[in-house]
């Protein structure tokens, strides 16, 4: 069994992400992959989830106290959690070690880094992919203290790439919510126009603001079609939006339109080369 360890130079360094990415890329070389999640911080349980709901990939979808048995013909891939000492796990295990981080990150020797942050060093990073830092219908709720009035059939998984506010345009509204993709929309409850046109052109989310209760239209509207779902959120939209804004950045990997962008990314950030080292 080949083992590679994963590890992010600090909290919220992008590790699940690239483990997901590295696992993506040796599946498609044709290789049996395994990832897994190693024990010992608050997300463990989280992305250890996340990465038995891959395809392309086989896991246990619990966090792991120990490196897993020797497996023949299997490269297991295994995400370190956050300030475990990767370098000394990796060596008492002969597993190779990817470091994730900016590119300025201290990098212990014969590992091998990849930039998930940008820094003064001007190198372009998997971090900076909007789509990779755009959080799920989930993280909106949490952060906005919204009540969910109706699921669309993505439900809470869906990933809003795009916050845009239901504001008055030059545009008509279907052409300016179209311009942006994966979009959660943020509009008054009682501009019931602006509403309707956020379902029309199926914006993953819409968020009402001011804590008003909806029009009846707009309710029978998403409860009818399912293609977007509808959240009442307490604040006004200024408020709203701001309790938004951080969300993007922090949410955890997770969902199928993220795993197919890291695995596009991946085939950049690791060349032949480096992916045949890492299969050993």
Not at 72 to 97: C, N
Not at 101 to 129: C, F, K, M, Q, Y
Not at 145 to 161: K, P
């Amino acid at each position: 069994m080949t083992l590679i360890f994963v590890a992010g130079s600090a909290p919220s360094a992008g590790a699940s992400t690239v483990a997901v990415g590295i696992a993506h890329r040796l599946a498609y070389a044709g290789h049996r992959v395994t990832i897994e999640r190693l024990a010992g911080d608050a997300r463990a349980s989280e992305d250890a989830a996340a990465f038995a709901a891959l395809e392309f990939a086989t896991s246990s979808g619990t966090p792991l106290d120990a490196p897993p048995e020797d497996a023949a013909g299997t490269i297991t891939i295994l995400e370190a959690p956050v300030g475990a000492d990767a370098a000394a796990l990796a060596a008492s295990s002969g597993a190779r070690l990817v470091v994730v981080g900016p590119a300025s990150a201290a990098v212990p020797a014969g590992a091998t880094l990849i930039v998930n942050h940008a820094d003064s060093t001007g190198l372009r990073a998997l971090g900076e992919d909007r789509l990779l830092a755009a959080p799920t219908v989930r993280q909106l709720i949490a952060a906005s203290g919204a009540q969910v009035l109706t699921r669309s059939r993505d439900g809470e998984a869906a990933v809003c790439e795009h916050l845009v506010i239901g504001a008055i345009s030059h545009d008509s509204a279907d052409t300016y919510f179209n311009r942006f993709p994966r979009r959660a929309v943020i509009a008054r409850a009682e501009k019931v126009d602006l509403a309707l046109a956020a379902m029309l052109t199926r914006s993953e989310c819409l968020i009402l603001t001011g804590g008003h209760e909806p029009s009846p239209y707009v309710l029978d509207r998403a409860a009818s079609t399912r293609e977007t779902t509808l959240l009442l959120a307490p604040g006004g939209t200024v408020e709203t939006m701001r309790d938004l804004e951080g969300t993007f950045g922090t949410a955890p990997f997770s969902g199928e339109a993220k795993v197919e962008r890291i695995g596009g990314l991946m085939r950049v950030a690791i060349d032949e080369a480096t992916l045949a080292a890492l299969a050993g």
